[in-house]
């Protein structure tokens, strides 16, 4: 019994010395060379033993300080088992080893995304007639929309009383512009703007005049891509592209 003290300290110090480099060798991967498995089975594994062999009746197996559940807790367990293979498990859920990744959000590429979003938007809606849909005439617009606003070649003049930009391009580019300008240049007129275009061999010329509440300041800074932009109609008609109640422009 004389030796009882001693023995009982010695057997607490290693398990805290064992604790503290275990959770020292716990990497962001929870997997490296060393690990927690490592770490516990290894040098706690010989703690146990020499703490086994000092010959008293108490010892760790006899309510003293185990590592079994998750942290220090108290109960006959000791350093039985898989040591901190409880409350922080290196594969459930609660530390996010190996458990569900959060979904990202984004598609990856803008136009995958829209047609995606599209696609989730008819799937949820029971009145949709699928034999009307054309995914297809609005994946042919978003390449209108990315060979414009990417590829187009544009020259701004500035006029006494507005602004005339010629719009140029080629091929896949060139189509897109005939497309698209001619189309905008409408739905501009219908948000009160004073705009028109004239076609030309290679492009279009758009002419905006300025007014009280689009003024010749405002024009300029825009240019070309910030009028594209005006109105709120692109998202409308994708989802009407799609369903086949709006013809590509």
Wanted: proline share 2%.
């Amino acid at each position: 019994m004389s030796n009882f003290p001693w023995k009982t300290t010695l057997a607490v110090a290693a398990i805290l010395g064992a604790t503290a480099y275990a959770f020292a060798q716990l990497s962001p991967g929870m997997h490296g060379s060393i690990g927690m498995r490592g770490a516990m089975s290894g040098d706690m594994a010989q703690t146990h033993e020499q703490m086994m062999q000092g010959g008293d009746g108490q010892g760790i197996h006899g309510g003293g300080m185990g590592m079994h559940g998750g942290g220090m807790m108290r109960g006959q367990g000791g350093m039985r088992g898989g040591g901190m293979h409880g409350g922080m498990s290196m594969h459930g859920k609660g530390m996010g080893m190996h458990g569900e990744a959060g979904a990202t959000a984004s598609a990856g590429q803008d136009a995958f995304g829209t047609i995606q979003e599209i696609v989730r938007t008819l799937e949820a809606d029971p009145k949709t007639d699928w034999s009307k849909v054309n995914i297809g005439a609005l994946r042919e617009h978003l390449i209108d929309m990315n060979e414009v606003t990417l590829h187009a070649k544009t020259a701004e003049r500035m006029l006494d009383n507005g602004i005339e930009i010629t719009v140029t391009g080629e091929g896949r580019t060139l189509a897109a512009i005939k497309n698209m300008v001619p189309a905008h240049v409408v739905e501009l007129r219908e948000i009160g703007w004073n705009a028109t275009t004239d076609d030309l061999v290679n492009g279009v010329k758009l002419t905006v005049l300025a007014s009280e509440t689009q003024p010749l300041a405002k024009l300029k800074a825009l240019g070309f891509m910030g009028i594209m932009v005006q109105g709120a109609h692109h998202q409308a008609h994708h989802l009407m592209m799609a369903k086949g109640e709006f013809a590509r422009h």
